[in-house]
Nanobody, 124 residues
Framework: QVQLVESGGGLVQAGGSLRLSCAAS????????MGWFRQAPGKEREFVAA????????YYTDSVKGRFTISRGNAKNTIYLQMNRLNPEDTAVYYC?????????????????WGQGTQVTVSS
């Protein structure tokens, strides 16, 4: 069993920044792709960003390119999402995801493991 624990969400004004973290535990993660999805009220959960095991391949949804950066810690079992120039449209619950085929548009049904989510609220 794999556990994913997110942290770093909160309330921020438009134009501000937040950094999300996700720590994985419970079993060996060698080779796991990890990433972030988000779900706004009344909307489906959507892909945000993903990173491969080595940390040298990343993908982003178009709406966050140039503003968000995904990275992976040296221990490989932790990932981060640096979110800059936030706007109210970024308001959502952000979920950490692990073990899925890496692509430019990750399908949520292919994700094996999910975190519990962390709320990000951007005020105008």
């Amino acid at each position: 069993q794999v556990q994913l624990v997110e942290s770093g969400g909160g309330l921020v004004q438009a134009g501000g920044s937040l950094r999300l973290s996700c720590a994985a535990s419970g079993r060996t993660f060698i080779g796991y792709t990890m990433g972030w999805f988000r779900q706004a009220p009344g909307k489906e959960r959507e892909f945000v960003a993903a990173i491969n095991w080595n940390g040298d391949r990343t993908y982003y949804t178009d709406s966050v390119k140039g503003r968000f950066t995904i990275s992976r810690g040296n221990a490989k079992n932790t990932i981060y999402l640096q979110m800059n120039r936030l706007n109210p449209e970024d308001t959502a619950v952000y979920y950490c995801a692990a073990n899925f085929p890496l692509s430019r548009a990750v399908v949520r049904e292919t994700v094996d493991y999910w975190g519990q989510g962390t709320q990000v609220t951007v005020s105008s």
